[in-house]
Nanobody, 127 residues
């Protein structure tokens, strides 16, 4: 069974940085495309970043482009989200998601394209 466990969230000030991690188990990690989504209070879940199974392709929401970087280390079954210059509007619960990718170069931006989800980690950015 695929398990995803996020960590690294916390309370920071505007302009600070955080790195989220998502540790995966129960599957061949390198076969899976990964994504980060977030959900702010009272809002729908939204896409933040995605990476292909091989790590060769990435894609970002416009709202985070240039500030967030998604990466993965297939040797330790972990995907990361490095966030810099955080803003109060980045406050949300951040979720990682996994999808078995038959074509290793694909990235996925819709939540319904993912098969497995973590429990989320809270990121709060104060002004």
């Amino acid at each position: 069974q695929v398990q995803l466990v996020e960590s690294g969230g916390g309370l920071v000030q505007a302009g600070d940085s955080l790195r989220l991690s998502c540790a995966a188990s129960g599957h061949t990690f390198s076969y899976y495309a990964m994504g980060w989504f977030r959900q702010a209070p009272g809002k729908e879940r939204e896409f933040a970043a995605a990476i292909s199974a091989s790590g060769g392709r990435t894609y970002y929401a416009d709202s985070v482009k240039g500030r967030f970087t998604i990466s993965r280390d297939n040797a330790v079954n972990t995907v990361y989200l490095q966030m810099i210059n955080l803003k109060p509007e980045d406050t949300a619960v951040y979720y990682c998601a996994a999808r078995n990718a038959h074509i290793s170069r694909s990235v996925y931006v819709r939540g319904d394209e993912y098969e497995h989800w973590g429990q989320g980690t809270q990121v709060t950015v104060s002004s």
